[in-house]
């Protein structure tokens, strides 16, 4: 069973994370995650960006040319092993709108894999995913 800090520490890592993304304060969203080029992004459209620097290069474009961005999580639920590595599951939902004020909205499924290096968490590869396709 995870410690009430362990589960703190993500609750806030999470937010800070959310907040710097919402901001667009690249250097701070950043500091989220393992830098490392083994760190794995994949996302809902089905590109992957293998390295932390592919990555960092989609986000500074997003960064650039959006007016606003909004990322949410709902429903994370954290499994803690041995308080060094954390599975994070939940759902997911971002809000983009451009320069000329067009909107553009995804929603899905996100998974994380956290480790604890050093004295902090951080992401070292997260996965998003669209909805399922509902079948009648």
């Not at 806030?12 to 992004?41: C, E, G, L, P």
């Not at 390295?51 to 500074?60: K, M, Q, R």
């Not at 954290?78 to 553009?104: C, K, L, M, Y």
Request: aromatic content about 14%.
């Amino acid at each position: 069973m995870m410690s009430v800090e362990t589960q703190k520490e993500l609750d806030d890592f999470f937010r800070s994370m959310r907040q710097a993304y919402n901001s667009r304060d690249i250097k701070t969203f950043r500091s989220h995650f393992w830098t490392d080029k083994r760190f794995v992004h994949m996302d809902a459209s089905g590109r992957v960006d293998e390295g932390w620097g592919a990555y960092e290069e989609v986000l500074d474009q997003e960064f650039r040319y959006s007016d606003m961005l909004k990322l949410e999580f709902k429903d994370l639920k954290i499994q803690v092993f041995d308080d060094q590595f954390a599975s994070v599951s939940g759902q997911w939902r971002s809000t983009q709108v451009d320069p000329e004020g067009r909107s553009q909205e995804h929603a899905g499924r996100v998974t994380f894999a956290v480790a604890r290096i050093g004295d902090d968490w951080k992401i070292v590869h997260q996965h998003f995913s669209a909805p399922e396709l509902q079948t009648p």
